[in-house]
């Protein structure tokens, strides 16, 4: 049981991440549990990844790996979903040192959004420049076909319209401003290589690009969420990514996201389709071997 006191913020984590002041994981806290691992890891990577559904096995392709399961990690949130491993694999991608999230966490698993989005952070301390972002996703789009790998050019935080971001509670000017900027998000110079290694990799016709919303989960969509959506301009929705992203370009990170495009919404009433996780992670697992290529084609070329 904890003690409850005099303004202390009370939210869904009790396990301590959140201080009796109500700030969040402070500066000084990321700095030590970042320390943790630099002290036990030879790699110091310049580039982060985050693995979504299913497709965690590119961080299996890393070469000379060490890594950690999130469990062992202390102050670390732990994986829930099933095709997500729960661990941060460092090491080399295409000659590039490292950094995978193998599992992410996504709010329907009871953390806070500034939770979920930790993880990136503590990719900032250990010295990662470039942060790419995969993600499942349900087509909107009516000319997307599952299989699909749409290049995220910008998103819709939905839980933003709800009052809920990462960077929500007290700011540390040392991660970034109080109000960043967060259009450009998605850096074109990464969207216009990814599209050109697509084309030479002969999958061209199966990348798209286009705009990411997400939304909380755990259910997927009604009919008339996913209509709604696709009126606000969305081309595809999931459950993750914009969190991440936000609190990446808070603190300086340069960005790229892809979404597979793992279902195709069910837009009509009445119909006996629904999407469903089996169907996101068949789909992951026919297409990944593409979308691995893919990223570890680009990786080699960040610095261009
Ligand atoms: N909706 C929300 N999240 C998803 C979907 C979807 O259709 N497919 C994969 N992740």
């Known amino acids: 049981m904890i003690e ?135 087509g909107l789009n009516s000319d997307f076909r599952a299989g699909d790998i749409m290049i995220i050019k910008d998103h819709i935080n939905f839980p933003g319209f709800a009052g809920d971001n990462p960077l929500r509670g007290r700011n540390d000017e040392r991660w970034g401003p109080r109000f960043p900027a967060i259009n450009n ?17 002969g999958f061209g016709e199966h990348i798209t690009e286009g705009v990411y919303a997400m939304v909380g989960g755990p259910c997927y969509e009604t009919v008339s969420e996913l209509r709604a959506l696709k009126i606000l301009g969305a081309d595809a929705v999931g459950m993750s990514t914009a969190h991440e992203v936000i609190a990446a370009k808070h603190c300086g990170l340069r960005v790229f996201g892809l979404s597979l495009i793992t279902n195709e919404c069910v837009m009509e009433y009445d119909v006996e389709r629904s999407a469903n996780h089996a169907e996101v992670l068949e789909t992951s697992n026919r297409r990944k071997a593409d979308l691995e290529k893919l990223i570890t084609n680009l990786v080699a070329r960040i610095q261009e």
């Not at 000379?64 to 979903?81: K, L, M, Q, R």
């Open 4 to 138: 409850i006191k005099r303004g202390m913020t009370l939210d869904a984590e009790s396990d301590g991440s959140v201080r009796e002041d109500g700030s969040m994981y402070s500066y000084e806290s990321m700095q030590s549990l970042t320390q943790y691992l630099l002290d036990r890891t030879k790699h110091r990577p310049s580039v982060g990844v985050i693995c979504g559904s299913g497709m965690g096995g590119l961080a299996d392709m890393l070469e000379d790996n060490e890594s950690f399961a999130y469990n062992e990690i202390p102050g670390f949130p732990t994986s829930t979903v099933a095709g997500h491993k729960g661990r941060l694999v460092f090491g080399i991608l295409n000659g590039v040192p490292t950094v995978c999230m193998q599992g992410r966490f996504h709010v329907y698993e009871g953390y806070s959004l500034w939770k979920c989005a930790m993880p990136v952070r503590v990719m900032k301390l250990i010295g990662v420049k470039t942060l790419i972002v995969t993600n499942a996703a349900g």
């Open 185 to 201: 998000a998605y850096d074109l110079k990464l969207r216009k290589i990814a599209r050109e290694i697509a084309e030479d990799l």
